[in-house]
């Protein structure tokens, strides 16, 4: 073989470069999709349908992604079949093609706990192919739980930690029985920087007064830490607590509680939900 003057080629450095060739048209094939294990022998056309997650906070916002794939007795359609999605609860996109064997959807939440039912339906040749598959959409929320009586109101300080993304619009107190116990006032505020997002007072012994009805979402992201003053009118049930764990996992540190009559204490949280409803 001829080369430059003064630049030998080796059979080695031959082969060195057609592999180096080989492996870069490699990396730039992108993947197919993992196709689904095969059905049993004498499977009749159908379609198959996953969601990913199956579990979502009911927040109006989160989303789980929806693969369907399509049989036609023989093999796995791969492209160009158009699939249609539809869901009782929450929202998703209306259709999709298969492509490398897949048509996927995205679905949105809705804002009320319970569960969707998500249909995937397409025809091969004169089959109409349907089926469903469930998103369990939890309480978007952050719950003490109740607490308990004797209880004294005051201001509550300390930090919070939601164990998920919050979308809020209202937070509301358990009151003792028997009184008129709530919320006279809510701030949270960044943990770090000690800005203020939101402040929000009562409106008084009207509707469902145990309640702070937000003008505007509020929303408190998974795993970040906050700091919040809460401020209670007479009784709040109280968690007699300086850490505690509340329903949905999320973290709650109280570092300090000024009664009314100006006594400090560093375990008292009031019982409280935070969320949409």
């Known amino acids: 073989m001829e080369n430059a003057p003064g630049l030998r080629v080796t ?12 492996a870069a048209l490699l990396i730039a094939i992108p993947p197919l999709s993992a196709a689904p294990p095969l059905p049993p ?16 906070y009911a927040d109006g916002v989160s989303t789980a992604t929806i693969n369907a794939s399509v049989w036609d ?26 492509v490398d064997g897949t048509a996927t959807a995205i679905f949105t939440a809705g804002t009320v706990p319970g569960v969707a ?39 509550h300080r300390g930090l919070i930690k939601p164990s998920h993304r919050l979308v809020c619009r209202r937070i509301s107190l358990y009151p003792s029985a028997g009184t008129g116990g709530h919320i006279e006032s809510v701030t949270f505020s960044n943990a770090t920087t000690g800005a203020v997002i939101v402040h929000y007072s009562w409106s008084g012994y009207q509707g469902d007064y145990p309640a702070i009805v937000f003008p505007e979402d509020l929303i408190l992201e998974q795993d970040k830490e906050y700091r919040y003053e809460l401020v209670t009118g007479s009784y709040p049930q109280m968690i007699q607590q300086q850490q505690y764990t509340t329903l949905d996992g999320s973290s709650i540190n109280c570092t300090e509680f000024v009664d009314v009559n100006g006594k400090v204490h560093h375990a008292g949280i009031p019982a409280f939900r935070l969320g949409l409803e």
């Open 11 to 22: 059979p080695l450095a031959l082969r060195i470069g057609f592999l180096l060739c080989i």
């Open 41 to 56: 022998n004498d499977t009749p056309p159908s379609v198959f349908l996953t969601a990913d997650p199956a579990a979502l």
């Open 73 to 98: 007795g023989f093999g796995w359609i791969s492209f160009g079949l158009l699939v249609k999605f539809s869901t009782d609860y929450g929202a998703i996109n209306a259709s999709a093609y298969l």
């Open 117 to 155: 039912t998500i249909t995937a339906e397409a025809m091969v040749d004169e089959w109409l192919l349907t089926n469903t598959t469930t998103v369990t959409l939890m309480p978007n929320e952050l719950d003490t739980g109740t607490g308990a009586y004797p209880s004294i109101p005051g201001t």
